[in-house]
C-alpha cells in the first residue's frame, strides 16, 4: 500500500509541469475573458512565472496586456514600464514591425502624458508609431496614428497647418475605409485638442462631446472619463459656468462610481476651484482646492497635484492669506525642486516674497486677468486670418472675390490695430504701475512697449500700401487692375511673413521651438547644399565661394533644415545689403570641439558700435537700409534664437572683404 502511494506522488509531481503548463493562447484567452481587473492582474502576475516558455513575441504581448491592466487601474508608472520592457524585446530580438508595436509606442505615449501632462517624450513615440504604421501600410492604424500625432506638431512652427493637413489625410482615410468607432473617436479626441490650442473653443467642446457618445456604452471607461474631464475644461474655456457645473456633477458620479480611477477626485476638486475662480469667489476656490490635497496620495497625475498647489497658493494670494500663499508655494517647491512652474501667476507670488510689494502683485494679477482676454482674442483673430489667406491664396480670384478679400482685409487689419492700440495703452499703464511702485520689472515692460511699437510700424507700411490701392480700385484710377492685384497679394505676402516671423521668435521666447536633433555627415550635407545657395546668390549679381577645412566624415548632431534656415537668412542678408557686383563667402572650419561657421560680404560694412545690435529685433543700423530692401527686420534675430536653441553663439565682426562677417560657433 505504501508503495502504491509512493509510486502515485512521484507520478503527480511528475505530470504537475505539463497539467500546469499552458500555451500562450490559452493564457491570453483566460485573461482577456476576465471582467475584474483585480482578478486579471492576478492572472497576469501568475502567468509570469511562465513567460520564458513563450517566444519573444509573445513575451511582448504579455507586456503590453500587463501595460493595459496597469491602465485600467489608473497605475500609469507601471503601464509605462510595461511597455516599455515589451518595446525592448523588439529591440533585443529584432522582431519585425508589427500593429502590436505601434500600439505600444502610442499607449506608452498616452501613459506619459497620462502621468504629467508637460512631459514632451511622448512625442517621439507617437512619432515612431505614424512610421511603422505607414511602413506596415494598414489604413487603420495610420489614422489613428495620425490623430495621435498631430497633437504633437501644434507647438512647432506652422504646427496648425501642420496638424490640419494630417488631420486631411485621416479624414480621407475615413471616406475610403470603414474605420472602428475607437478609431473615430481618437480623431475626434484629437481633433477637439487642436481646435483647443488654436483657442477655438467652442469647436474643441463641439469635438470632444461626439468623442464622449462614441465612448459611451463601451467598455472604454478610460475614453468616458477623458472626455468628462475635457467636457469640463472646454467649458471652463468657454467661460460657460453652468454648462462646466453640469459636467462636473457627472464627473463626480464618475469618481464614486469608478473608485480605480484614482486620480478623479482631484480632477473634480481641482477644476471646481477653477470654476470658482471664474466666479471670483476665492474662499470658494480654497476649499476645493484644500479638499483636492487630500486626495492626492492616491494620484499618479503629477502635472494636476503641482497645479493644484499652485492654484492654492494663487487662491490664498487673492483673498489676502499671503502668508498661506508662501508656505504653499515653498511647499511644491520642495515636491517638485526641478520643475518649472506652470501657473505664470507664480512668478508673481514668488517676486512678492523676495521684495514684499503686495499691492503691486494684485494689481499686476488684474492686469493679467485682462491681458488673457486681450490675447486669447488677438491670437484667435490672427489664426483665422492667416487659415483664411493661405486657403484664398490658392485659388484663382476673380473681380468679385477680390473685391471681397479685400473688404475682409480691411475690417481684419482695423481689428488689428484697435487690438496693437489696447496693446499699447495696457502697457503704458503697467510701465505707469511699475515707476509708481519702484520701477518694478521698468526694463522688460521697456522692451515688450519698443516691440509692440515697431511691430506696428512694420504692420503700418504694407497696410498704409494696400489701403491706397484699394481706394484706387474702388475710385477706378489704376490702369493696370492685374498689376495692382498682383501688387496687394506681394503686400499681403509681406504682412504673412512678419506674422511668421513674430511666431517663430515668440515660440521661442517660450521655450515651445522644438528642434529635430540628429546625426548626420556635415561635408555631405554642404556638398548637397552647395548648387542650390549657390544659385541663390549668384542670381543677384553676387559672386559666392564656399571655403572648407573640415575633418572627413565629420559627423554633428543639428536640426538639419533650422542650421539651413539660418544660412538662407543670412545668405539673404548679404543679397540686400551688398552693392552689386560683389563677393559673398562662406567659411567651414573646427577648432577644438567646436564648428565655426561664417558667412562675410563685401561693402559696405556697419560701425562697430552697430556689430552687438544687428541681432536685435527689429534693429535699423541707419535710415537707408529699411523697408526699402524688404524683409521682416527679423532675419537675424531668428538667426539668434536658433542658433541658441542650438547651445552656440553668434557675432558680428568686420571682414576682410570690406562688409559684414557673421560667425557661428556650435560644439560638435
Partial sequence: MFKFIKILMLSMIMLSPVICAQTFPEVKKQIQSEKD?????????????????????????????????????????????????????????????SSLLVDLHIDRAR???????????DCKDREHALLLARGLAQPNLIAKSIAYYAKCLQSEEHG????????????????????SSNIKQVIYNQAATLSFRSLFYDKAYEYNMLAYELSIG???IGSVYAATVNAVHYS???????????????????????????????????????????EQNWLLSISFLEAGIKEITMGQNVSYIQATYELLSISYFRAGEIEKSYQTLSAVEKMYPNKQPIKKEVFLIKGVMIKGSVEVAQAAFKLIDEEKQSKNNF???????????????????????????????????????????????????????AVKEHHLMDELLTKKNQLLADVSHELGTPLTVLKLQVESLKDDLEEDVQVTYRAIDKKLDDIQHLIDDIHQLAQSDVGALQLNIEPFELNKTLDHWQGELTQFVNKNKLAFEITRDLPISLMVNFDRDRIKQVFINLLSNSIKYTDKPGQVKLTATTKRRTLLLSIEDSSPSVSDSDLTNIFERLYRVESSRSRDTGGSGLGLAICKSLIEEHNGKIFAEQSHLGGLKITLELPC
Fill in 37 to 97: 481587473n483585480i482578478k486579471k492582474l492576478n492572472l497576469l502576475k501568475e502567468a509570469k512565472k511562465k513567460i520564458s516558455l513563450y517566444t519573444p513575441h509573445q513575451q511582448a504581448e504579455y507586456w503590453f496586456l500587463l501595460g493595459k491592466s496597469f491602465e485600467n487601474q489608473r497605475k500609469m508608472n507601471n503601464a509605462m514600464e510595461a511597455y516599455t520592457k515589451a518595446i525592448e524585446l523588439y529591440t533585443k530580438y529584432k522582431l519585425p514591425p
Fill in 111 to 121: 501613459s506619459a502624458v497620462t502621468v504629467d501632462y508637460y512631459n514632451t517624450s
Fill in 160 to 179: 496648425i497647418s501642420k496638424s490640419l493637413k494630417l488631420f486631411d489625410e485621416a479624414f480621407n482615410i475615413a471616406k475610403k475605409e470603414q474605420l
Fill in 218 to 220: 463601451t467598455d472604454d
Fill in 236 to 278: 471652463i474655456a468657454l467661460a460657460d459656468i453652468e454648462l462646466a457645473k453640469q459636467h462636473l456633477s457627472e464627473l463626480a458620479l464618475f469618481s464614486e462610481k469608478y473608485l480605480e480611477f484614482n486620480d478623479a477626485k482631484l480632477k473634480y476638486y481641482y477644476l471646481s476651484a477653477k470654476v470658482a475662480q471664474l
Fill in 379 to 433: 491670437v484667435k483673430n490672427s489664426a483665422t486670418q492667416a487659415a483664411q489667406t493661405f486657403d484664398e491664396n490658392l485659388k484663382q480670384l476673380d473681380n468679385i472675390l477680390l473685391e471681397q478679400r479685400l473688404i475682409i482685409v480691411s475690417v481684419s487689419t482695423l481689428f488689428i490695430v484697435m487690438v496693437l492700440i489696447g496693446y499699447s495703452y495696457l502697457q503704458i499703464q503697467r510701465k505707469k504701475l
